[in-house]
């Protein structure tokens, strides 16, 4: 049985693997191909005489009137349109289709041609990247309301730990000054200790939230004013709410240093905190701050047993804590801000550990 | 940006009389290319493009200011304005007519008549009324605007809309004059296909020409009868040409009956 012969273009036109379309110039259908008559389950008399929009979906009906016809006038070709045609059954069928105006030597149009292909999995994946693209929009809107939300309630948040805060320091004071027993100086003492942790552990978790959820630790800079009455002031705070403990303090500051001054006074509180709670108590938590070589240097160095090496790691890391008597057992955020701290002075805090002491060491450019 | 560059205008000729077409939802004002050259020389012509389509100034583009016709009738007006414009004739296809409609009103004596080419004052069915489509099927057209981006890419969008003064970068690429940023599309297809002018054709003092297409899916001889009901000094020529766009498709039959009323 001879089949189609490979030169035959009118099996080629009938039997492509995609539909043909011929619209004359009044826009109506001339002819359609066997393979698009068959995709669409319609025969040729349904179709030739009416216009190709009568076979969309209304909205493909507005766009083909608004866009495409207009556009095969205008450039006498359209690509990649995406339609559904409305197959016997009433069901849409969604397709690619291409266009082409054929014209006369005077730029009259003669006739369009319509290519079309069937694209129903390619427009399911177009359809499903549209609507993951959709919902990726509506949960980046939701994630940003509620970080603002979040920053919004942190500033609150601090502002309300902090005020109670401040009312029991005053009352401790008064009652400080009028103090008798031994056993009264000793209760004020540690509401005054305890007040300054409690300060310490508000201001490091709201930083922590901040640079986690807002803009980072920011710096209010400034050369002009000198550091070390800053460190003095945090040093003596320390000393007297640790009253069992030596602090000894060295300065070698002989050079502005541009940075923000609270920040590197949290910064050495932070790290003196943590020598208290880690170092030994029959040992000094030695200090030394010096500029030199164009860098500033601050160290903090305590005896005691040493971090154990699988500790070093993770020193750094937010919530990191090691074992520490109850007591002082804090957030685990001290050193995570402080190391925060000395990034944001575009500078480095490491540490070094042995046997003899431990040593953390923070240190800046000077610019 | 001033709102000649805001609105891509071009004026061209220098005649007593200005015409400013407008161009509808879908491209932008090379609907009227053929059209707009019959009438350089006996008219000063004035092109422009809707802010978001064609070569406007897409930064110009205010959700809010262009979610009502009256955002773009301000601008119509504002250009108008900008070139002194008195007594024109204003021709506006498609969403443009009642776009006109409404300018016309806001700056009494700027325009002196309407052409307004298959122009619908609603679009959607209302009781009595034939607009000649469901809200469900407006409701189907925005989501299927999202399946045909028309070529638009965000990447391209500075290399068409940065060169205002080289606009031949822009129609280099393919199906430039009908491509819209898709968000804008969307939004312009909302406001074009849900708004309702039927209470504004009354108010329209000046002598308005209607042109009907005998066989229009948009807007069909029945919507177009009822704006010339609406507008007291207002004809109706039903054209031969059949589709929306006989501006395009038979500009001939167009330019013919504009003559007989300009």
């Given at each position: 049985m001879p089949g189609p012969r490979i030169d035959d273009f009118e099996d080629m036109f009938e039997n492509s693997p995609c539909g043909y379309i011929t619209l004359g110039v009044n826009g109506r259908i001339a002819r359609v191909n066997k393979t698009l008559l068959e995709w669409i389950g319609r025969s040729a008399d349904e179709m030739i005489g009416k216009r190709f929009s009568d076979f969309l979906n209304m909205a493909g009906r507005i766009f083909y009137e608004t866009h495409i016809a207009p556009l095969l006038r205008m450039q006498g070709f359209f690509n990649e349109f995406a339609i559904d045609m409305m197959a016997a059954g009433g069901e849409p069928m969604q397709m690619i289709c291409n266009a082409l105006e054929g014209r006369d030597d005077a730029g009259k149009p003669l006739f369009t041609r319509l290519a079309l292909l069937k694209a129903t999995d390619r427009r399911r994946y177009e359809q499903e990247l549209l609507a993951a693209r959709e919902a990726a929009k509506n949960s980046l809107a939701n994630e940003r309301e509620t970080s603002e939300l979040r920053e919004q309630f942190i500033a609150v948040l601090g502002h309300d730990l902090r005020n109670p805060l401040a009312s029991i320091s005053a009352g401790a004071r008064i009652l400080g000054r009028d103090a008798k027993t031994e056993k009264e100086h000793q209760v004020v003492a540690m509401l005054q200790t305890t007040v300054?942790?409690?300060?310490?552990?508000?201001?490091?978790?709201?930083?922590?939230?901040?640079?986690?959820?807002?803009?980072?630790?920011?710096?209010?800079?400034?050369?002009?004013?000198?550091?070390?009455?800053?460190?003095?002031?945090?040093?003596?705070?320390?000393?007297?709410?640790?009253?069992?403990?030596?602090?000894?303090?060295?300065?070698?500051?002989?050079?502005?240093?541009?940075?923000?001054?609270?920040?590197?006074?949290?910064?050495v509180s932070n790290l003196v905190g943590n020598a208290l709670s880690h170092g030994t108590a029959s040992q000094p938590v030695r200090v030394r701050a010096e500029t030199e070589d164009g860098l500033f240097k601050l160290s903090v160095a305590n005896g005691g047993e040493p971090i154990p090496q699988a500790a070093m790691e993770r020193l750094f890391e937010p919530f990191f804590r090691g074992e520490v008597r109850a007591s002082r057992q804090g957030l685990g955020l001290g050193l995570h801000i402080a190391s925060q701290i000395a990034k944001a002075h575009e500078g480095v805090l490491t540490v070094t550990s042995t046997p003899e002491e431990t040593r953390f060491t923070f240190v800046m450019p000077l610019r | 940006m001033g709102v000649i560059e805001r609105n891509n205008v071009h004026v061209r000729g220098s005649a007593d009389r200005t015409m400013v077409f407008a161009h509808g939802f879908g491209c932008d004002q090379?609907?009227?290319?053929?059209?707009?050259?019959?009438?350089?020389?006996?008219?000063?012509?004035?092109?422009?493009?809707?802010?978001?389509?064609?070569?406007?100034?897409?930064?110009?583009?205010?959700?809010?200011?262009?979610?009502?016709?009256?955002?773009?009738?301000?601008?119509?007006?504002?250009?108008?304005?900008?070139?002194?414009?008195?007594?024109?004739?204003?021709?506006?296809?498609?969403?443009?007519?009642?776009?006109?409609?409404?300018?016309?009103?806001?700056?009494?004596?700027?325009?002196?008549?309407?052409?307004?080419?298959?122009?619908?004052?609603?679009?959607?069915?209302?009781?009595?009324?034939?607009?000649?489509?469901?809200?469900?099927?407006?409701?189907?057209?925005?989501?299927?605007?999202?399946?045909?981006?028309?070529?638009?890419?965000?990447?391209?969008?500075?290399?068409?809309?940065?060169?205002?003064?080289?606009?031949?970068?822009?129609?280099?690429?393919?199906?430039?004059?009908?491509?819209?940023?898709?968000?804008?599309?969307?939004?312009?297809?909302?406001?074009?296909?849900?708004?309702?002018?039927?209470?504004?054709?009354?108010?329209?003092?000046?002598?308005?020409?209607?042109?009907?297409?005998?066989?229009?899916?948009?807007?069909?001889?029945?919507?177009?009868?009822?704006?010339?009901?609406?507008?007291?000094?207002?004809?109706?020529?039903?054209?031969?040409?059949?589709?929306?766009?006989p501006n395009l498709s038979a500009p001939d039959e167009v330019i013919a009956a504009m003559r007989t009323f300009v």
């Amino acid at each position: 049985m001879p089949g189609p012969r490979i030169d035959d273009f009118e099996d080629m036109f009938e039997n492509s693997p995609c539909g043909y379309i011929t619209l004359g110039v009044n826009g109506r259908i001339a002819r359609v191909n066997k393979t698009l008559l068959e995709w669409i389950g319609r025969s040729a008399d349904e179709m030739i005489g009416k216009r190709f929009s009568d076979f969309l979906n209304m909205a493909g009906r507005i766009f083909y009137e608004t866009h495409i016809a207009p556009l095969l006038r205008m450039q006498g070709f359209f690509n990649e349109f995406a339609i559904d045609m409305m197959a016997a059954g009433g069901e849409p069928m969604q397709m690619i289709c291409n266009a082409l105006e054929g014209r006369d030597d005077a730029g009259k149009p003669l006739f369009t041609r319509l290519a079309l292909l069937k694209a129903t999995d390619r427009r399911r994946y177009e359809q499903e990247l549209l609507a993951a693209r959709e919902a990726a929009k509506n949960s980046l809107a939701n994630e940003r309301e509620t970080s603002e939300l979040r920053e919004q309630f942190i500033a609150v948040l601090g502002h309300d730990l902090r005020n109670p805060l401040a009312s029991i320091s005053a009352g401790a004071r008064i009652l400080g000054r009028d103090a008798k027993t031994e056993k009264e100086h000793q209760v004020v003492a540690m509401l005054q200790t305890t007040v300054t942790r409690m300060a310490e552990l508000i201001d490091n978790v709201l930083d922590f939230a901040r640079g986690r959820l807002g803009g980072g630790i920011t710096l209010d800079r400034n050369a002009r004013k000198p550091l070390e009455p800053v460190l003095h002031q945090v040093i003596d705070e320390l000393r007297l709410s640790s009253p069992g403990r030596q602090i000894e303090a060295e300065y070698a500051i002989d050079t502005p240093v541009d940075c923000d001054r609270t920040r590197i006074g949290q910064l050495v509180s932070n790290l003196v905190g943590n020598a208290l709670s880690h170092g030994t108590a029959s040992q000094p938590v030695r200090v030394r701050a010096e500029t030199e070589d164009g860098l500033f240097k601050l160290s903090v160095a305590n005896g005691g047993e040493p971090i154990p090496q699988a500790a070093m790691e993770r020193l750094f890391e937010p919530f990191f804590r090691g074992e520490v008597r109850a007591s002082r057992q804090g957030l685990g955020l001290g050193l995570h801000i402080a190391s925060q701290i000395a990034k944001a002075h575009e500078g480095v805090l490491t540490v070094t550990s042995t046997p003899e002491e431990t040593r953390f060491t923070f240190v800046m450019p000077l610019r | 940006m001033g709102v000649i560059e805001r609105n891509n205008v071009h004026v061209r000729g220098s005649a007593d009389r200005t015409m400013v077409f407008a161009h509808g939802f879908g491209c932008d004002q090379n609907m009227w290319r053929f059209v707009e050259p019959a009438f350089e020389g006996e008219f000063r012509t004035v092109l422009f493009d809707h802010v978001g389509a064609g070569a406007s100034d897409l930064k110009a583009y205010d959700k809010t200011k262009y979610s009502t016709l009256e955002g773009y009738a301000d601008d119509v007006v504002e250009i108008g304005g900008e070139l002194g414009l008195k007594d024109a004739v204003f021709v506006g296809h498609s969403v443009s007519s009642m776009i006109g409609v409404l300018a016309a009103q806001k700056a009494p004596g700027m325009f002196g008549k309407l052409v307004l080419v298959g122009p619908s004052a609603r679009y959607i069915d209302d009781g009595d009324y034939v607009g000649g489509f469901s809200e469900q099927q407006i409701e189907e057209l925005l989501q299927f605007l999202e399946a045909n981006h028309m070529g638009w890419s965000a990447q391209m969008a500075p290399a068409i809309m940065g060169n205002p003064d080289r606009p031949e970068l822009g129609e280099e690429l393919t199906n430039s004059f009908c491509r819209t940023d898709p968000d804008i599309a969307k939004a312009f297809a909302r406001v074009t296909f849900k708004s309702d002018n039927r209470g504004d054709l009354a108010g329209v003092e000046i002598p308005t020409l209607i042109l009907q297409c005998s066989e229009d899916i948009i807007a069909s001889k029945e919507v177009g009868e009822f704006v010339h009901r609406g507008i007291p000094d207002s004809e109706i020529i039903i054209l031969e040409a059949t589709g929306h766009c006989p501006n395009l498709s038979a500009p001939d039959e167009v330019i013919a009956a504009m003559r007989t009323f300009v």
